[in-house]
């Protein structure tokens, strides 16, 4: 999957505890909200599949700090007394405010862009360049 037992681990030890208490089937669920989060957030320009495919150090690694993240906040809710909930949530605002400034176009993530059925790459770029084609005033 995208999100590895690593990424947790580099979050902070708090992450790693929050994921060991959490149950096996919510961190699952939780995982895949926050990918589900992501891509609703990014698939109208970048090409997600591509994106989530990638291992390693292939992976953008603010794109993964932002689904840990969303997880992170997804398994507290199903924790008793939602420990940490207050720095979980602020974890999960600011990734969500880096999502919205990839769609506005602040942010550049390093994942591939979309292809047109041509092979036209940012094929969803809404800004476009180009002209009209001349007029010539030749009566």
Request: with cysteine; aromatic share 8%.
């Given at each position: 999957?995208f999100?590895?037992?690593?990424?947790?681990?580099?979050?902070?030890?708090?992450?790693?505890?929050?994921?060991q208490?959490?149950?096996?089937?919510?961190?699952?669920?939780?995982?895949?909200?926050a990918?589900?989060?992501?891509?609703?957030?990014?698939?109208?320009?970048y090409?997600?599949?591509?994106?989530?495919?990638?291992?390693?150090?292939d992976r953008?690694q603010?794109l993964?700090?932002?689904?840990?993240?969303?997880?992170?906040?997804?398994?507290?809710?199903?924790?008793?007394?939602?420990?940490?909930?207050?720095?979980r949530?602020?974890?999960?605002?600011?990734?969500?405010?880096?999502?919205k400034?990839?769609?506005?176009?602040?942010?550049?993530?390093?994942?591939?862009?979309?292809e047109?059925?041509?092979?036209?790459?940012?094929?969803?770029?809404?800004?476009?360049?180009?002209?009209?084609?001349?007029?010539?005033y030749?009566?």
């Amino acid at each position: 999957m995208f999100i590895t037992e690593k990424d947790y681990i580099q979050v902070g030890s708090e992450a790693l505890k929050i994921m060991q208490q959490s149950q096996e089937e919510n961190r699952v669920a939780a995982e895949k909200r926050a990918l589900a989060r992501i891509a609703s957030a990014l698939r109208g320009r970048y090409d997600i599949e591509k994106a989530f495919a990638a291992e390693g150090d292939d992976r953008d690694q603010e794109l993964v700090g932002c689904a840990v993240d969303i997880a992170l906040w997804h398994m507290v809710a199903a924790l008793p007394q939602r420990m940490g909930s207050e720095v979980r949530e602020e974890r999960y605002k600011a990734a969500l405010d880096y999502l919205k400034d990839i769609q506005a176009g602040r942010v550049t993530p390093d994942i591939p862009l979309l292809e047109g059925p041509d092979g036209e790459e940012d094929c969803n770029n809404p800004v476009r360049y180009g002209s009209a084609q001349k007029n010539h005033y030749i009566w």
